[in-house]
């Protein structure tokens, strides 16, 4: 692939990362996103198969880029420090209000049911791979599990609400019930 094919295709996907991130993997059209990214609609399929194939790998880099930023979390710190960190986080408003910087998953589980097995695949690899690295034992599976579901819901729900007392204290009650 030539360089210039390389940072259009870089160009495109960003566009469909942002798309993704506030709208899901769904409604966003190839038009929206090739506008975003500053280029016409015709030049798509040189790029990509489909728009489920951007999509796709749209997603599979958000979730890339979420597991970089946990891997720079101290590696010596106890597991349960590390989720409660996470969770510190993730259950933040900055989290909940800037979610065009944030976690894929609120914006998206809800439709991954709907989309091809590949986009299951590459949440249940993403999971796969998270609970792997907040685990300190094989027992520690299912707590992280349940805060990873707790996590995502209870963003998911809090953007719903939008900023509000009652968004805030969904906020906070998760994050209690984790750390």
Do not use: N, W
Not at 11 to 36: C, D, F, K, T, W
Not at 93 to 101: G, I, L, Q, V, W
Not at 124 to 148: C, F, I, K, N, Q
Not at 161 to 178: F, Q, T, Y
Request: proline share 5%; aromatic share 4%; with cysteine.
């Amino acid at each position: 692939m030539s360089e210039k094919k390389a940072r259009t295709r870089e160009r495109i996907l960003r566009a469909a990362s942002a798309a993704l991130l506030q709208r899901g993997p769904v409604e966003p059209g190839v038009g929206e996103v090739m506008g975003a990214a500053g280029l016409t609609v015709g030049g798509f399929y040189a790029h990509f198969d489909s728009k489920d194939a951007l999509m796709l790998e749209a997603f599979r880099q958000l979730l890339g880029h979420r597991r970089s930023l946990l891997a720079q979390v101290d590696s010596d710190l106890p597991a349960a420090q590390k989720r409660a960190l996470l969770a510190a986080f993730y259950l933040s408003r900055k989290h909940r209000d800037t979610p065009d910087d944030g976690c894929p998953l609120p914006s998206t589980v809800g439709e991954i049911a709907r989309l091809p097995e590949a986009f299951r695949q590459a949440l249940a690899e993403h999971v796969e791979l998270m609970v792997a690295h907040l685990s300190a034992t094989p027992e520690d599976a299912s707590e992280v599990l349940a805060d990873m579901a707790l996590m995502v819901g209870g963003v998911a729900l809090a953007r719903a609400l939008g900023p509000s007392e009652l968004s805030d204290r969904v906020l906070r009650s998760a994050k209690a019930a984790i750390v």
